[in-house]
């Protein structure tokens, strides 16, 4: 870029950021009824229309917060790199059109914007961005935006409003600070890896590897505490305008704490009884019944592995399910309350698998339902998306994806009437269910920089030869 072209910029620039600071309430305001005015019927129902968020984080904790906003009515704008984007829209299984359905689901009801954060025409776009903003997303390591002058202490000036939630390993603060934030590593470190496996008979600590979730459970946890976190900065930010203080502030999350803030009595059993819990197989400590047990395995699938789990922690419960065992020997006052069966564990677990193992999962449920013992079959996801109940529920939506004309895809499906061309995809419904609200997918996760032209220059304002020059120099994406 010239030097005459650089001034030029910042000049417009320097000139849109003041108007932004002298404005900023009435500009909110106005952005919001045009937002909200833009809106479908059903869509202004929602409880976040008119809140504007500005995405900049990647992958899965971040980005999961923004999808939750955006779900809810939120404006979401995502900001990718050009060319690559999220890696998230190439990872795991990937669809016709090279792209993950995954990215469908978790980028679902946001636009896509593609610039180029390493340029500093990148950055003062996303600053201007940020300045239209309620609330910007970011989970980067921590002093990454302060380097790229894009922090609370740069924005904040610009837009005193700016709720700023941001999602790291181990928080903004602390010796853990700058350390990379992975949710694999801090499930480990939160405590949560050492709980889930198999006990040693001898110590009840772990024997062997710890047992992890198959997914990224860490990233998801941090991303739910940071909408929430989000929601209640939103609505304390009146409040807090009215006692003269400035209504923007910062969300710190991590995934350290978030996962820690799941780990139930753990400390104060520890403080209060010097007790360290160790894993418990499928069971869970201090707690029985509650496990999961072998049935017999479905004829057509004699070799895969069927479990029920039943839930008989209560003392009524527990008398119903050992009457319908037939084992009245192991009901009295011996096994009246919990304390006396976490005595009697292995007495009384080994009774109940003796009863499952010789029986279909089908046959458990049905004779323990009866009797009003919680029960339930291990699902898998294809169990899962053909269940009635769920189909009831509306917990699995057909979102459609349409075919861009500007992408190559090989084997898509014909068009759905009045839909042009593409495919749908499933995807779990996001809850809660608000009643009085329709809170269904409006559209599946973007395509790259599909939003450029609406959001750069719609309503950021670059005319064309601006938005032209800025695409040619890398910028922004094409």
Known sequence: MTTARRFRFEAVYRRKAATELLNVVSSTTKAKIRHSSSQSGAARSLPLVGIKVLEVGQVIAGPFCGQLLGHYGAEVIKVEPPQTGDPLRVWRELDVDGVSPWWRSIAR???????????????????????????????????????????????????????????????????????????????????????????????????????????????????????????????????????????????????????????????????????????????????????????????????????????????????????????????????????HRVERQAEIEDAIAAWTSTRSPEEVEETLREVGVPVGRVLNVKDIVESEHVRVRGLVEEVWVPKQTRTKVEGASGGEEGKGEGWSVKMSKVVPVLEGCDTKTRWAGPELGQHNREVLIGQLGLDEAEFARLQEEGVIGR
């Not at 390591?141 to 409003?161: F, M, Q, V, Y």
């Not at 004699?302 to 008398?319: E, K, M, T």
Request: charged share 20%; glycine share 10%; net charge neutral.
């Open 109 to 339: 009801n946001k636009k896509s914007v593609t610039i180029d954060m390493r340029k500093e025409e990148g950055r003062s776009l996303v600053k201007q961005l940020a300045v239209q903003s309620d609330v910007m997303i970011e989970n980067f390591k921590p002093g990454t935006l302060e380097k790229w002058n894009l922090g609370p202490a740069d924005l904040h000036p610009l837009n005193p409003s700016l709720i700023f939630t941001r999602v790291s390993g181990y928080g903004q603060t602390g010796p853990w600070a700058s350390r990379p934030g992975y949710a694999s590593v801090c499930e480990a470190e939160s405590g949560f890896r050492y709980i889930n496996g198999i006990p040693d008979p001898e110590t009840g600590s772990l024997s062997g590897a710890p047992i992890r979730p198959n997914i990224s459970l860490g990233d998801s946890v941090a991303g739910l505490h940071a909408a929430f976190g989000t929601v209640l900065a939103l609505l304390s930010r009146k409040n807090r305008e009215a006692q003269g203080l400035q209504g923007g502030q910062t969300v710190d999350v991590s995934i350290f704490e978030s996962m820690i803030n799941l780990m139930e009595g753990i400390i104060p059993e520890y403080d209060r009884k010097g007790k360290i819990r160790g894993p418990s197989g499928s069971s869970v400590t201090g707690i029985v019944p509650t496990n999961a047990y072998p049935c017999l395995p479905a004829p057509s699938a004699p070799n895969v592995p069927a479990y029920v789990v039943i839930g008989a922690n209560a003392d009524s419960i527990y008398v119903r399910l050992m009457t319908a065992l037939g084992r009245a020997d192991l009901i009295g006052p011996d096994y009246a309350q919990n304390h």
